[in-house]
């Protein structure tokens, strides 16, 4: 008499009804194959099952690029949507003090940095140094040294790094707790220095100079042009 299980009727009867079920279940599919395997014996060489093995791993191996990809897609989705959100809050005061109020506390929730500062240098028309918190005005000269310390080349644009030391020239009373932050660069016309916007975050991992800076520098652009409202 043979000692092998036998099947149940209901079960043969289901599988015959559905196989479909059988060959989308990888585990299933594996006890299969590796019982198959061991019906052939040790000495046999199973190239398909080698294939399939490989094939499993190569799919395995997509699936994971394919959530990378996913996911890729939705972080600059949110990203392109928290830039578009900051610009549109910008472009809704119409006075300078209203415009800084936004700045320090509207566009730093919005793109969940903890400070923004507004640093500019002496000499600007139509600035005055006493408003508001977000504004800091320094010497000429000191946003371009400022931006070249730790890198070499020309000045760029967006300049995204981690921070160590105490920045409380530009942070200020929060300069100690800021570990990493965006400088956004732009120009103010010929008869005025440059300009940079300072956003610090206490995430050591929120900027770093690997990251893309499309959307920051398309917020720079726009940062920009409304700030000329004020600054002829």
């Not at 590796?34 to 490989?54: F, H, T, W, Y």
């Not at 016309?189 to 520098?217: I, K, V, Y």
Request: aromatic share 6%; with cysteine.
């Amino acid at each position: 008499m043979s000692n092998k299980p036998k099947m149940g009727d209901k079960l043969r009867e289901g599988i015959i009804a559905q196989p479909d079920v059988i060959l989308e279940d990888q585990d299933l599919m594996r006890a299969l194959v590796a019982a198959n395997e061991r019906a052939m014996g040790g000495n046999i060489v199973d190239l398909r099952g080698v294939a399939m093995k490989r094939l499993e791993a190569r799919l395995e191996r997509l699936e994971d690029t394919h959530q990378c990809v996913i996911a890729a897609a939705y972080e600059n989705l949110a990203g392109a949507n928290q830039v578009h959100r900051a610009i549109l809050r910008m472009l809704e005061p119409v006075e300078m003090d209203e415009f800084f109020k936004v700045l320090s506390s509207d566009i730093a929730a919005i793109l969940r940095v903890d400070v923004v500062r507004l640093v500019l240098e002496t000499g600007h028309k139509g600035i005055d140094p006493a408003r508001g918190d977000v504004l800091s005005i320094t010497k000429p000269g000191f946003i371009e040294d400022y931006l070249k310390v730790g890198r070499r080349g020309p000045v760029r644009q967006v300049t995204l790094r981690k921070i160590r030391d105490e920045n409380a020239q530009i942070y200020g009373d929060k300069g100690a707790t800021i570990r990493s932050e965006a400088c956004l660069l732009f120009d103010l016309g010929a008869e005025n220095t440059p300009g940079m916007l300072a956003l610090g975050s206490r995430d050591s991992q929120m900027f770093f100079p690997q990251q893309g800076s499309d959307l920051l520098t398309f917020f720079t652009d726009v940062f920009e042009r409304i700030l000329h409202r004020w600054i002829p």
